[in-house]
């Protein structure tokens, strides 16, 4: 099992060797990112967009663009498109998000007639690997769903198990994330849970094991469960945190990267392809980790 966003490159270093469409390469971190995963071999790129800007930026920070394609797009609608239909068409199979804003690339994402929809919930999964801890945590959903209902919360549930087991974990333990442990009707994310829970011990959530609700200690530390007193077999234990709303989560992964420096990955899942949601603020390295995690996908035709 994976345990470092270290390992996760390292694996992905062993595998086929897969092709990035990057959407609005007119980016110095993005390029700056491009250029590092080509030279460790970690993939091949196509960078789609303003390719006058992207041969500007590429001079000032002395890249050199020989060895990748580049397809010209204006606009981030355009680019946002023209990526979707490079990955669509089979010539590249992961989509990297570059200078170009959520909403405009998801709505060609997301396009029931041209875009990369499976008929599944798409979510978004962000792998966690935070400093003082010996194992990666997933989290989610951080970026794209406002307020999941618990059919959906299901279904987000389920799209974090695969990315779990691209990471070598058969048997996650997800932690639903709440403002309490204990279920209060007044608190509709504790009702969630408690059903979660109870479709899981159905066989109605399989592939993991679900405890909460919990609070954020209960789901992560066994010594805060203990102290509370609570009996949960699987309280301290998650692998996955399940956030009960999109503020939540993104607060929560916002914090882990500027509070705690963590290292992340983030995917979303629901597509034909590996589509990889950075913020336009996150670092060049951010970037190839999240490459990294895209291969391990691909490779598992998730």
């Known amino acids: 099992m994976l345990t470092s966003m270290k390992s996760i490159i390292d694996k992905a270093l062993t595998l086929p060797r897969q092709t990035v469409a990057v959407a609005c390469a007119q980016d110095a971190e993005a390029l700056t990112a491009v250029a590092e995963a080509h030279a460790m071999g970690l993939a091949d790129f196509i960078l789609v967009g303003n390719t006058d800007k992207i041969k500007a930026i590429a ?16 606009g981030e609608a355009c680019g946002a498109a023209a990526t979707v239909q490079v990955v669509a068409s089979g010539r590249a199979q992961i989509l990297l998000k570059g200078f170009v804003d959520s909403s405009v690339l998801f709505r060609a994402v997301l396009d029931r007639d041209t875009g990369l929809r499976n008929g599944s919930t798409v979510s978004h999964t962000v792998v966690m690997d935070v400093p003082g801890f010996d194992k990666l945590y997933l989290l989610t959903d951080a970026a794209m769903i406002i307020k999941p209902d618990l ?14 087991r691209a990471l070598g974990n058969p048997d996650p333990v997800v932690g639903v994330l709440c403002e309490s442990e204990k279920v209060n009707p007044k608190m509709p994310a504790t009702m969630d849970a408690a059903a979660l829970v109870e479709m899981n011990a159905k066989g109605e959530l399989p592939g993991c094991r679900v405890g909460g609700p919990y609070a954020l200690d209960n789901a992560i530390s066994e010594q805060a469960a203990r102290h509370k007193g609570m009996k949960d077999p699987l309280a301290g234990k998650a692998d996955i945190l399940l956030a009960p709303d999109l503020a939540a989560g993104n607060i929560f992964y916002k914090s882990l990267m500027y509070f705690a420096h963590a290292r992340s990955a983030g995917v ?10 950075n913020s336009r603020a996150d670092s060049h390295q951010t970037k190839i980790n999240a490459v990294a995690l895209g291969i391990l996908m691909a490779a598992k035709g998730a």
């Not at 001079?59 to 204006?74: G, M, P, V, W």
């Not at 979303?268 to 949601?277: D, F, I, K, N, S």
């Open 268 to 277: 979303v899942m629901g597509t034909r392809a590996p589509v990889l949601l």
């Open 151 to 164: 059919a959906t919360k299901r279904q987000i549930v389920l799209n974090a198990v695969k990315v779990a």
């Open 59 to 74: 001079e000032r920070i002395e890249l050199d663009l020989t060895a990748f394609e580049l397809l010209d797009a204006r």
